[in-house]
């Protein structure tokens, strides 16, 4: 696991830095030529959980 300042650090950085939903979805949809429709407007999840490695966006069997 990171160093929990380290992390939050990093997080904060990413969400007002780089992290924009919006903006990735959109360059998303260029670069796999899927309709627009297949593809939620807004994450099913926060960056938070997306890297958290023990965190899964569904349950395992």
Same mark, same amino acid.
């Given at each position: 696991?990171?160093? !929990?300042?380290? %992390? !939050? %650090? ?21 670069? %796999?030529?899927?309709?627009?429709? #297949?593809?939620? #407007?807004?994450?099913?999840? !926060?960056? #938070?959980?997306?890297?958290? #490695? ?8």
């Amino acid at each position: 696991m990171l160093n !929990t300042q380290r %992390s !939050t %650090s990093f997080l904060l950085y990413l969400e007002g830095k780089i992290y924009t939903p919006a903006k990735y979805r959109k360059l998303f949809l260029k670069a %796999s030529k899927l309709d627009a429709q #297949e593809i939620p #407007e807004a994450p099913y999840f !926060t960056l #938070e959980q997306a890297l958290d #490695e023990d965190w899964l966006p569904w349950q395992p069997e």
